[in-house]
């Protein structure tokens, strides 16, 4: 299997602020990388498809990027709707994989 | 638009066997996976495996030998059994819509982009 590994698991921001993600997957993957946000008590939602493609609807201070085995979701401004929890998973193989998320906090 | 709703019995003892099911509203069933995840409480997601119109299926292995899917498509409905349940089934299920193909290939690039509510299941004695 395809281990995908993020970090940091946690963070504290502020409201204005620049946020950077990392997921680092345990071979090369090409640019077969998702990222969703999840929110208390809902499902995922898709935010980067393909490493740095932007799901409809989706704001534009979200961006992705990376290839191989390392990737980046980058938040350019925080907004107080964008406090969750942000994973990864790889589309490249089967089993498809998740990272164990990222939860970003209000400092 | 297109909906999915799940439902199925959120508390099951251990042995038992945990059965879920999926309905596909505004939508088509054809040329998708369909797909199960759970998340353990506070944990990660886990892919549990797919399911596409025609019953091909994919499992996890980490699970293959208790899990069965099965579709039907005049409901458009998925349904998800696994057997032999413990307290480490404990988890919130999710049906979600993955990659699209077609009768000769898949999308290149395809992600899950319509997920269930979401079904607490609970594994206790």
């Known amino acids: 299997d395809i281990q995908m590994t993020q970090s940091p698991s946690s963070l504290s921001a502020s409201v204005g602020d620049r946020v950077t993600i990392t997921c680092r997957a345990s071979q090369s993957i090409s640019e077969y990388l998702n990222w969703y946000q999840q929110k208390p008590g809902e499902a995922p939602k898709l935010l980067i498809y393909?490493?740095?493609n932007l799901q409809s609807g989706v704001p534009s201070r979200f961006s992705g990027s990376g290839f191989g085995t390392d990737f980046t979701l980058t938040i350019s401004s925080l907004q107080p709707e964008d406090f969750a929890t942000y994973c990864c998973?790889?589309?490249?193989?089967?089993?498809?994989?998740f990272g164990q998320g990222t939860k970003v906090e209000i400092k | 638009q297109v909906q999915l709703q799940q439902w199925g019995a959120g508390l099951l003892k251990p042995s038992e066997t945990l059965s879920l099911t999926c309905a596909v509203y505004g939508g088509s069933f054809s040329g998708y996976y369909w797909t199960w995840i759970r998340q353990p409480p506070g944990k990660g997601l886990e892919w549990i495996g797919e399911i596409n119109h025609s019953g091909s299926t994919n499992y996890n292995p980490s699970l293959k030998s208790r899990v069965t899917m099965s579709g039907d498509t005049s409901k458009n409905q998925l349904s998800l059994k696994l057997s032999s349940v413990t307290a480490a089934d404990t988890a919130v299920y999710y049906c979600?819509?993955?990659?699209?193909?077609?009768?000769?290939?898949?999308?290149?690039?395809?992600?899950?982009?319509?997920w269930g509510r979401g079904t607490l299941v609970t594994v206790s004695s």
């Open positions: 979600a819509r993955g990659r699209y193909c077609s009768t000769t290939s898949c999308n290149t690039y395809w992600y899950f982009d319509l």
């Open positions: 393909a490493a740095s």
């Open positions: 998973q790889q589309s490249y193989t089967t089993p498809w994989t």
